[in-house]
């Protein structure tokens, strides 16, 4: 088996990652604008690029469970091993979670989501005020967690290299 992941994940990992961060820095700061066009069009931008980020995950998804993955050293613990899975799992659900939230909470709220300004997507829920406020405070709420999770990522990628010097960055550049 490869120690290294495919150029396709390798590509997908760092496109998405690139991609969730700008998100989540968009959304923060689109949410602390006032009613303006521009807030407008922000939540539009960030609309297309949110439903993109869910078509990525798909194919990542996709990816991921037709490629196996290169395995984790064997210096690691079966403790080790199995939080750095359940660490890889959330991650993918938040991916999934994250974009779903938004559509519903776009949903409920009566605003449709149109990708790019052209394809019309069709509401996942009816409009409803109280179901609009459950999935604000939802997508915060998993962008929130999202954000600890990939702090972890980062962190576990880091000691890796630095600390336990095991080069497991290699397998993902």
Known sequence: MSQRYTITAISLHWLMALAFFAMLGLGFYMTSLSLSP???????????????????????????????????????????????????WALYFFMFAIPLSGWLMSSAMGFQTVWFGVLPLPDLIDKNKELASFFAAAHLYLNVAFIATIAGHIIAALKHQFINKDNLLARMK
Do not use: E, I
């Open 38 to 88: 521009t807030k407008l069009q922000l939540y539009s931008w960030h609309k297309w690029v949110g439903v993109s980020v869910f078509l990525l995950a798909v194919l990542r998804l996709v990816w991921r469970a037709s490629h196996r993955p290169p395995a984790l050293p064997q210096s690691m613990s079966p403790a080790a091993k199995a939080l750095a899975h359940l660490g890889h």
